[in-house]
């Protein structure tokens, strides 16, 4: 079975799962970083960046689900 080809650089699909790792990532590190801060307004705004961050990360998923056969 020959493999998939990947998507083209202007296909919005290959954009949204680069950005998807990229935001997933940053989420992780400021909630691994928030318990290494003894300031707890610092600890709060890393905590909060962690959730927006999974939350963009959930609405790029949503969107991938739904439109990757319209983008293909």
Known sequence: MPEPKPA????P???????KQMLNDVAIHARQD???ISDPKAQALFET???VLFG??????DIEKRNEAAWR
């Open 8 to 11: 083209p650089e202007s296909s």
């Open 13 to 19: 699909l290959q954009h949204v799962t680069r950005l």
């Open 34 to 36: 928030s318990s290494k």
């Open 49 to 51: 960046t962690a959730e």
């Open 56 to 61: 963009l990360h959930e609405a790029f998923d």
